[in-house]
């Protein structure tokens, strides 16, 4: 099992096109073994402390593994869509994890 951690920062205004990203890729996670376990859209009110910009949005996903996470961001129909995350999407920071 592999746990990936984004924090993901959008590009000012383009909330509805990322939210429209979402919504048609979350589900091909599915697909690859994987599963949504958490996505949190903080407020201002709940950073305690923070030393990097606040980001728009965290996931945790789980996949089976190594190759299951590498064939979802394969997918040919979820690439069809990576223009939505291109126009959305200033940056992601990604970490990779196993559970201890």
Request: hydrophobic letters at 40%; proline letters at 3%; a negative charge.
């Amino acid at each position: 099992m592999i746990f990936i951690l984004q924090l993901v920062y959008i590009n000012e205004g383009q909330e509805s096109v990322f939210q429209r990203f979402e919504d048609i890729t979350m589900p091909t996670i599915l697909k690859y073994n994987g599963r949504l376990l958490l996505r949190v859209r903080p407020t201002e009110n709940t950073f305690i402390e923070h030393h990097i910009d606040k980001p728009y949005e965290i996931h945790l996903v789980e996949f089976a593994d190594e190759e299951d996470f590498d064939n979802f961001k394969s997918d040919e129909e979820r690439k069809t869509f990576l223009h939505l995350k291109e126009q959305s999407i200033k940056s992601v920071l990604l970490i990779k994890g196993a559970k201890i």
